[in-house]
């Protein structure tokens, strides 16, 4: 993508992306897989059109999805933090991103009303 000024941006997200994990730190999350739903945004300098309306002249986002993927295929994590924070890690690897937030949740937890989650956002 063509940047056209310090103060241009583009954001590209994925949002509402729910897959079965095993996650948690109670007794009676381990070994059980929840729903859990991702919110991942991307954000990267410049806001004009590509050269050529075609997907090699910009970031292919569906690396977001393969990126959750690999991420939740690794392991089991007990906190929502570190999954967060991995999947920073894997999102913010192409160099044109500036930015990134990732949002996770639980969206099925025994005995509390809405869902619980959290949010990890990093900069370069």
Known sequence: ???????????????????????????????????????LYVILEGASKPEEDQIDMVLDYEFLSSSIDRVATRGRNALLET??????????????????????KKLDIAGIEGELGCSMTRIR
């Not at 583009?10 to 095993?22: A, C, G």
């Not at 991995?86 to 990732?102: K, R, Y």
């Open 1 to 39: 993508m063509a940047k056209s000024g310090a103060n241009e941006f583009t954001t590209l997200f994925l949002e509402n992306s729910v897959r079965e994990l095993d996650i948690g730190v109670h007794d009676h999350e381990i070994g059980n897989p929840q729903r859990v739903s991702f919110d």
């Open 83 to 104: 999954l967060a924070s991995e999947l920073l890690d894997e999102i913010m690897s192409p160099a044109e991103i500036a930015a990134a937030t990732v949002s996770i």
